[in-house]
Nanobody, 122 residues
Framework: QVQLVESGGGSVLPGGSLRLSCTASRYTAAMAWFRQASEKEREGVAAINNFGTRYADSVKGRFTVSRDGNTLYLQMNGLKAEDTAMYYC??????????????????????WGQGTQVTVSS
């Protein structure tokens, strides 16, 4: 098991920016960000491993995922109201090659953080 702790959430105006962080208790092959809005299913946002990254179409060009050892980041620019959600960090050792589209499906990840809330509102 890997313990994950997210931070960096908050409230921001539309068009603003936030940077989320997630610290893992140990290194894993891949890490990812998911989000879950009220009364909606959890959806993948971005994933990263040594072979690259993958983004949801809804965040391409606005969000950037990066990693420094055991810490995962999500730089979010140009935030919109529809980005409002609880953001979760995930980690798994099974994603050891180039990502398939299924990497952004929550059932394919075994370790989860508690989440950090992001609210975009005027």
């Amino acid at each position: 098991q890997v313990q994950l702790v997210e931070s960096g959430g908050g409230s921001v105006l539309p068009g603003g920016s936030l940077r989320l962080s997630c610290t893992a208790s140990r290194y894993t092959a891949a890490m990812a960000w998911f989000r879950q809005a009220s009364e909606k299913e959890r959806e993948g946002v971005a994933a990263i491993n040594n072979f690259g990254t993958r983004y949801a179409d809804s965040v391409k060009g606005r969000f950037t995922v990066s990693r420094d050892g055991n810490t995962l980041y999500l730089q979010m620019n140009g935030l919109k109201a529809e980005d409002t959600a609880m953001y979760y960090c995930a980690a798994d050792n099974r994603w050891t090659w180039i990502f398939e589209p299924s990497v952004l499906t929550s059932r394919n990840w075994n370790n989860w953080g508690q989440g950090t809330q992001v609210t975009v509102s005027s």
